[in-house]
């Protein structure tokens, strides 16, 4: 991979290798608008459309489309329109923005070498608001990390019955709400519902006693597939997929523990979903595919929709962390773990979700269910592991200590993976602060 004229620690999680697309607003143009992450920068690109003519580099790199079609979606307020524009044409202008970005660049004129345009297209990231990067029409949450299942039926069925039979045969999940989906940085509120006080007693409505983070990796669909129809894994890895981000999917224990029979999650997950502002393009990730976890002796064979092309049981080599932030300013890293523990790919998760012909669409969302590791509570991806619960105490770096997440904590997800050459691709935070609950 070249190196770029913009100064880029080898530490940043936006190298030329990633080139994430996000959506943000600035002091001088309020209008939320696509842009990409580079360095300690967003390109802007609406701006850069419209102060030079990106001719020559788009005709380098062999656009199929009138160039007018592609430009036009960097001005939209979603990446909606760039992602149905399809994996093709996201390959293509992920490499003609790492060929402009370049130090060796054969097109320096439009932007290395034009401080009018550097001026306005390449702002600091921290002068940037960022926005939802998609217009979310559905939202699909799975359960393919096994290390938590495990973790959480041995809590409450024991180490014998710890997944249930269906779990190993196909991607398990529920339709969450699209409608409380929210962009790092945005606080959640405690939420409010009814919960067991105690063993015996009866319900109450109160505040939830037991916040929890679900530490997970989000994917959103590029194309989807007409209502009737399904999409093969084949199919949804090479136009299903447009990116992924960060996902924490905040859940009320207490409130999911009450209400969860017969029909799943509800109100103990439906107040807030919080995802990363800046979508890593697939092709950016296929540096480090993995093969997925084995299967183990008795869970038989995957079925035949479920398998594609000798592709479809693979993961991903990211490191996850999550941070906890304490009011009094002191942050503890709990839990680190790795992507490549989930046991259905996303293009399996699709071609679950569409083998009784229902429709995915352009920016619906799935999450991948909670991301643990084989080795206990340090790699655990939620409280409800961690703390058994709330059976044992989490001792933050300070010495105070949590069982669920207090007022005023702040959590904050990290990602990041390295290429075979070095380069790191990194998403950036997906962070939220909580706050007290309204009163009743």
């Known amino acids: 991979m070249p190196t770029s004229w913009l100064c880029i620690p080898p530490t940043s ?22 842009a990409v992450a580079i360095g300690a920068y967003i390109l802007d690109l609406k701006a850069l459309s419209s102060l030079v003519d990106l001719t020559p580099l788009f005709t380098a790199h062999q656009l199929p489309i009138p160039l007018p079609i592609l430009t036009s979606t960097f001005s939209q307020p979603t ?3 760039f992602a149905s524009l399809g994996r093709p044409i996201h390959r293509i202008v992920r490499a003609a923005l790492q060929e402009l970005l370049s130090a060796d660049t054969n097109h320096g004129s439009l932007l290395r070498d034009n401080e009018s345009a550097k001026a306005k297209a390449l702002v600091p990231q921290t002068d940037v608001k960022m926005h939802l990067p998609m217009q979310i029409g559905d939202y699909t949450d799975f359960y393919a990390g096994i290390h938590h299942a495990r973790a959480v039926g041995t809590l409450f069925r024991g180490a014998a019955n710890a997944l249930q039979p269906n779990y190993v045969h196909l991607p398990v999940g529920y339709h969450g709400r ?33 916040l929890d983070f679900e530490l997970e990796l989000g994917c959103f669909v590029a194309k989807g597939n007409e209502m009737g129809l399904r999409m093969s894994v084949d199919q949804a890895d090479e136009d299903g997929v447009f990116g992924y981000v960060l996902l924490n999917d905040w859940s009320a224990r207490d409130v999911q ?24 393009l697939a092709d950016a990730l296929e540096d480090v595919r993995v093969p997925g976890p084995e299967r183990e002796e008795g869970w038989g064979e995957v079925q035949g929709y479920l398998r594609g092309g000798g592709r479809s049981m693979w993961g991903l080599d990211l490191d996850l962390e999550v941070e906890l932030g304490a009011p009094n300013g002191t942050t503890t890293t ?39 590791g084989p080795g206990g509570p340090t790699e655990a991806g939620s409280l409800l592991e ?12 300070d010495g ?25 691709i990194g998403f950036g935070e997906c962070t939220g602060t909580v706050l007290p609950a309204l009163e009743l």
């Not at 105070?400 to 790191?424: C, H, M, N």
Request: some cysteine.
């Open 13 to 34: 999680d936006f190298s030329l290798a990633n080139l994430p697309f996000g959506i943000v607003s600035t002091l001088a143009d309020d209008t939320p608008r696509v």
């Open 257 to 280: 523990s009450w209400e969860y029979v017969p029909l799943g999650p509800f109100n103990g997950k439906n107040f807030a979903t919080t995802v990363g502002g800046w979508v890593v």
């Open 386 to 397: 961690i703390t058994e619960n709330g059976k044992k105490e989490l001792v933050l770096q």
């Open 79 to 81: 990446l909606n329109a």
């Open 400 to 424: 105070e200590k949590r069982t669920f997440l207090q007022d005023g904590d702040t959590v904050t997800f990290k990602g990041y993976a390295v290429t075979k050459d070095g380069q790191r």
């Open 178 to 210: 699209s409608s409380s989906i929210i962009v790092s940085g945005t606080p959640v509120r405690r939420p409010v519902g009814q919960i067991l006080p105690g063993l015996g007693q009866p319900p109450i409505t109160a505040a939830s006693r037991k």
């Open 334 to 372: 709990i839990t680190r773990t790795n992507a490549r523990h989930l046991i259905w790919s996303f293009p399996q998760m699709m071609a679950h979700h569409t083998v009784g012909g229902c429709p995915l669409r352009t920016g619906d969302l799935l999450g991948s269910g909670t991301i643990s």
